[in-house]
């Protein structure tokens, strides 16, 4: 079993930045690619980044030159700091990451107030 347990969401102004972290635990051998999915009310769940293994990433176009994702291999945790956060971030954002079998997070819910 592999467990997900993410932090770091919250209210914050427009323009505001927050960081998500999110720490897989259990039996894990080796991860593949780690990743961030939002979903607002009304909306689908949207990929927001992911990394792979190697370090590549890709974003969605929404965030691209605000957000960043990183992971700590050595820790099995996945991060996205999100700058210049605007109204229109405001989701829950769910953990992603891929082993044998796709994981999700808990979700953590990011407010962003105009």
């Known amino acids: 079993q592999v467990q997900l347990v993410e932090s770091g969401g919250g209210l914050v102004q427009a323009g505001g930045s927050l960081r998500l972290s999110c720490a897989a635990s259990?039996?894990?051998?080796?991860?593949?690619?780690m990743g961030w999915y939002r979903q607002a009310p009304g909306k689908q769940r949207e990929l927001v980044a992911a990394?792979?293994?190697?370090?590549?990433?890709n974003y969605a176009d929404s965030v691209k030159g605000r957000f960043t994702i990183s992971r700590d291999n050595a820790k099995n945790t996945v991060y996205l700091q999100m700058n210049s956060l605007k109204p229109e971030d405001t989701a829950v954002y769910y953990c992603?990451?891929?082993?044998?079998?796709?994981?999700w997070g808990q979700g953590t819910q990011v407010t962003v107030s105009s």
């Open positions: 992603h990451v891929v082993l044998s079998h796709d994981y």
């Open positions: 990394i792979t293994s190697g370090g590549s990433t």
């Open positions: 259990g039996s894990i051998f080796s991860i593949n690619a």
